[in-house]
């Protein structure tokens, strides 16, 4: 039995079709070497310049003005007096430095946490059930932010949540974790770590099936001890993927908006504040467009050197493989 | 080799893991079942009689309907835009290599790695100039504008997996270059474009910030409705948010269960692939 083959398209004789074909004058200006790779980029540079290259140009001119959307009068020229209020402003210091504190907490612990977990799960291959458990693993990463915030509120709460039932059942007083000061910030960090953790798992999971079999066969034949075979196979191999996790991760971290402004929106006092609240406040609360314009100028930059590192690392294993 | 009960006891702590990072959704989704009374019960109950009730009062809602079918229709159409467009731009990176496409796919990547605070402003300054704030045009497009970057980037990977043969195969034979497009390249890239299409769909689906500053009461989605406390009425509703969220996060858990395959290439914008 030949079975039911099926080919993509008809195919005609090469003669044939040509002598089928006449090309109209479109058709042969669309068979310009030039003109079709424009053509067929056209609509997306025309999102980006109306979405992303005039509203950036817009951002970077109105850094230099005094523009508050409240005060009802035209911008006016200050040159750099924006950055340099910026730059002496103890609060955008204070927001930033812990911006990065955040990250690096969350980041460290995610990717520790993940790798750990991920290790774990490496033999899960016959685990029953598989598709229902990673399902339930991976869901924190994909569900939406504001809900996840919403429904952790309802979890810390101090007098309903859960957690402080827990707590009392061992005796201890209740907290109420997002009102203050000294645990709002680990409440919030240990919601992202909730969230992203899942995310390192999985880019650990990646990672170790880009571990060639047969090294790792060679490996166990040769009896090496598990942190030599961690080190020298498994991280030798790996290390590209999670370093992409781990920068993917980084960025995304440093972004961390819609969590807080669920959870704590920023407070209490400045405790849970990183700086794209910061920016969200200055922007559409306080309306000083100038101002926030130019700390967006700034975030830009960071952004850009971020994914700089991302594309470096991306081409490095590029070079790599191709000097291989 | 495990066999036997160290197996079982693996597979046990495997299961449970996924089960503590799956409680506090759990704890949601039951809460969705009980009455005020039993929401708010210290200690808090794990059996009870299930309710239906606040499911009915949630669909019985215009507000919650209309939100809804607003999530619903910026994010398809919002994606349909962005992967149409972007399939043809990636298919123009991979095999034209035009001037500029490292750069290109610099900038585009960078615009997603920028605080959605920092994105938004001059959008939002740009939009109150040419009064498209609060229209569903304005939304798609710039929800399709922050889709392009991802997409361009997944699709890229996939169409530089396709061997250009199967181009100079088709222009052998004659056909046009849009044939070749769409009949050639695009079935084999059909893996590609559901990634994008799905993970999309999640970040539109999920995007609040945007909605709340360049949308308004006519279009604003379900996660503007929710942090805004549009539902509370003097205090917070719980059984009424818990319903609500439920049915909110139940279409990218889903997605997670059935397209489990493209997760990898999905969070990695296509720079890592491979199944898990």
């Known amino acids: 039995m030949s079975g039911d083959v099926r080919t993509f398209a008809p195919v005609t004789s090469p ?71 910026i730059i002496n402003d103890a609060g955008v210091w204070a927001d930033l430095s812990r911006t990065f504190v955040f990250v690096i907490l969350a980041v460290g612990i995610e990717t520790l946490l993940g790798m750990a977990l991920g290790l774990l799960f490496w033999n899960s291959q016959r685990l029953p059930g598989r598709r229902v458990a990673l399902t339930m693993l991976f869901a924190p990463m994909v569900l939406t932010p504001v809900a996840s915030g919403t429904f952790w509120r309802l979890i810390y709460d101090p007098v309903f949540g859960v957690l402080n039932s827990i707590i009392r059942a061992f005796g201890f007083q209740a907290v109420s974790f997002l009102q203050e000061a000294s645990t709002a910030f680990g409440a919030v960090l240990a919601v992202d770590i ?8 999985l880019m650990t999971l990646a990672a170790l099936a880009s571990v060639p079999k047969a090294e790792l066969e060679a490996a166990e034949i040769d009896r090496l001890p598990w942190h030599q075979r961690l080190r020298l196979v498994v991280l030798y191999h790996g290390k590209f993927i999670l370093m992409l996790g781990i920068l993917l991760r980084t960025i995304d971290a440093f972004k961390t908006m819609d969590l807080i402004y669920d959870m704590t929106y920023g407070g209490p006092g400045s405790t849970t504040q990183l700086v794209a609240m910061t920016l969200y406040r200055r922007a559409f609360e306080a309306f000083n467009m100038g101002w926030s314009s130019a700390l967006a100028v700034i975030l830009l930059l960071i952004s850009i050197a971020f994914t700089a590192t991302f594309i470096f690392v991306l081409h490095w294993r590029e070079r790599r493989a191709e000097a291989a | 080799m495990k066999t036997g009960w160290r197996q079982h006891v693996y597979h046990a702590v495997l299961w449970l893991v996924a089960l503590i990072f799956f409680a506090p959704v759990l704890w949601i989704v039951l809460s969705s079942f009980k009455t005020a009374d ?29 939100q809804l079918f607003n999530s619903f229709f910026l994010s398809i159409s ?36 920028l605080p959605g605070s920092a994105a938004i402003l001059p959008v939002y300054l740009m939009y109150v100039g040419f009064g498209w704030k609060d229209s569903y045009y304005g939304m798609i497009l710039f929800y399709a504008m922050f889709s392009i970057p991802f997409s361009v ?71 503007v409705a929710l942090s805004t406390g549009l539902y509370s009425n003097g205090g917070v509703d719980w059984t009424f948010i818990s319903a609500l969220t439920t049915t909110y996060i139940l279409p990218p858990i889903l997605a997670v269960y059935f397209f489990q395959r493209y997760l990898l290439v999905g969070m990695t914008f296509g720079t890592v692939r491979g199944e898990v």
Do not use: C
């Open chain 1, 15 to 85: 003669p044939a079709a040509l002598a089928a074909r006449r090309p109209g004058s479109f058709t042969r200006f669309l068979g310009r070497r030039d003109v079709m790779p424009t053509l067929l980029l056209m609509p997306v540079l025309i999102f980006f310049i109306v979405w992303n290259v005039i509203p950036t140009l817009w951002l970077l001119g109105l850094g230099f003005y005094r523009f508050s959307l409240t005060s009802g009068r035209p911008p006016r020229w200050t040159g750099l007096y924006n950055y340099t209020s």
């Open chain 1, 194 to 201: 909730w969230m992203w953790t899942p995310f390192m798992v």
């Open chain 2, 38 to 66: 039993q929401i708010l019960a210290v200690p808090p109950k794990l059996i009870f009689r299930p309710t239906f009730a606040n499911y009915v009062r949630l669909f019985s809602g215009q507000g919650f309907l209309h």
């Open chain 2, 78 to 113: 919002a994606v349909l835009i962005a992967v149409a467009v972007s399939f043809l731009a990636a298919f123009s990176f991979s095999r034209f290599r035009p001037a500029g496409t490292n750069f290109l796919m610099f900038l585009l990547l960078s615009i997603r790695m």
């Open chain 2, 153 to 223: 980037w997944i699709l890229k990977g996939f169409i530089d997996g396709v061997s250009p043969r199967f181009d100079e195969t088709g222009v052998v034979n004659g056909a046009s270059w849009l044939r070749i497009i769409f009949r050639t390249i695009l079935p084999q890239v059909m893996p590609g474009v559901i990634a994008a299409s799905i993970f999309n769909f999640i970040f539109v689906w999920n995007e609040f910030l945007f909605d709340y500053i360049i949308g308004g009461i006519r279009t604003s989605n379900i996660p």
